[in-house]
């Protein structure tokens, strides 16, 4: 019975072994950006991620990890799929701009040697493969972000005189429009 079994191509695997899926969130103000159709990067994060969560179907174990100058853990570590959706609806990106070199460090250590990592973010990874030499086969960059006109303030500058009881503020502004 064993060789027939072996012979068939029967597999061992443990009925308990649920897929891992460690999502990065780019916390970053720009994952808020609005387009024209008043959708943000955001918003096809948020769906991108629900459809792989369904995907993976009620077994899978999710961690949201959100970026930043300290990253943090969102859902989990190794929520049920159920737990996913109210953490997405309170995540509301508002960081300034920062590395997600952290924020992937610490999603890959959540996700561990067999859990796959998905990073969401409104940019393209570097040329350098910010992935680093291991685990790159269970990492999907998805870039969800799209080039919007805008101007902003790119840079701030607070200078204080005591002896004169006056401060001054300068901004650096960034024109990112076809318009002056």
Same mark, same amino acid.
């Given at each position: ?10 597999? $061992?695997?443990?009925? /308990?072994? !649920?897929?891992? $899926? &460690?999502?990065? $969130? =780019?916390?970053?103000? !720009? ?6 159709? /008043?959708?943000?990067? +955001? ?9 792989? &969560? ?8 999710? @961690? ?6 300290? *990253?943090?853990?969102? &859902?989990? *570590?190794?929520? #049920? ?11 509301? *990106? ?10 992937? +460090? #610490?999603? +890959?250590?959540?996700?561990? *040697? @067999? /859990? +796959?990592?998905l990073v969401m973010s409104d940019v393209t990874p570097s040329p350098r493969d910010p992935r680093g030499p291991r685990g790159e086969e269970r990492v999907l960059w998805a870039s969800v972000g799209e080039p919007l006109a805008n101007v902003g303030i790119t840079a701030a500058e607070r200078t204080i005189t005591p ?8 901004? @650096?502004? /960034?024109?990112? !429009? =076809?318009?002056?």
């Amino acid at each position: 019975l064993a060789l027939a079994l072996i012979l068939a191509g029967a597999r $061992l695997s443990s009925a /308990g072994v !649920s897929p891992h $899926l &460690v999502v990065l $969130l =780019d916390d970053s103000a !720009s994952m808020a950006a609005v387009n024209a159709r /008043g959708k943000s990067a +955001r918003d096809r994060a948020v769906r991108r991620v629900l459809e792989e &969560v369904d995907r993976l179907g009620n077994r899978a174990r999710v @961690t949201l990890v959100e970026s930043g100058e300290r *990253p943090s853990v969102l &859902v989990g *570590p190794a929520a #049920l799929a159920a737990d996913v959706r109210p953490g997405l609806d309170a995540w509301q *990106p508002e960081a300034p701009h920062h590395s997600l070199a952290l924020g992937l +460090r #610490l999603a +890959r250590e959540l996700a561990g *040697p @067999t /859990g +796959r990592l998905l990073v969401m973010s409104d940019v393209t990874p570097s040329p350098r493969d910010p992935r680093g030499p291991r685990g790159e086969e269970r990492v999907l960059w998805a870039s969800v972000g799209e080039p919007l006109a805008n101007v902003g303030i790119t840079a701030a500058e607070r200078t204080i005189t005591p002896a004169e009881g006056r401060g001054a503020v300068a901004l @650096t502004l /960034g024109n990112h !429009s =076809d318009s002056p």
